[in-house]
């Protein structure tokens, strides 16, 4: 499996950006995806995550109310919507691919893209 993500770039405090995640290969027809970042110097944190219908998904408190996590399983893409961003959401992105119908926080991915950076200014 592969997983291509986009959508990162500058933004002033407040804005909003959509990241992409687009998964290819054998992928299957039950896998979850996922949302992580990482700052500078910091550990990678989870973001949000969705199930492979997208009715099922979860958030970190930091982010839950601004951010909104979707998919498209016709085109194997999951979207991460950030809006009211703030100085420090400035991370690199990363999504996440776990060969599951939902999306269990003990496991780690068992895939990762290469990640997309997003910088807020304040």
């Known amino acids: 499996v592969q997983l291509q993500a986009s959508g990162g770039g500058l933004v002033q405090t407040g804005g909003s950006l959509r990241l992409s995640c687009a998964a290819s290969?054998?992928?299957?027809?039950?896998?979850?995806m996922g949302w992580f970042r990482q700052a500078g110097g910091k550990e990678r944190e989870f973001v949000a995550a969705i199930g492979k219908s997208g009715g099922s998904t979860s958030y970190a408190d930091s982010v839950k109310d601004r951010f909104t996590i979707s998919r498209d399983n016709a085109k194997n893409t999951v979207y991460l919507q950030l809006t009211s961003l703030k100085p420090d959401d400035t991370a690199l992105y990363y999504c996440?691919?776990?060969?599951?119908?939902?999306?269990?926080?003990?496991?780690?991915?068992?895939?990762w893209g290469q990640g997309t950076q997003v910088t807020v200014s304040s």
């Open positions: 996440g691919f776990q060969h599951s119908g939902y999306w269990y926080q003990a496991r780690a991915p068992n895939y």
């Open positions: 290969g054998r992928t299957g027809s039950s896998y979850a």
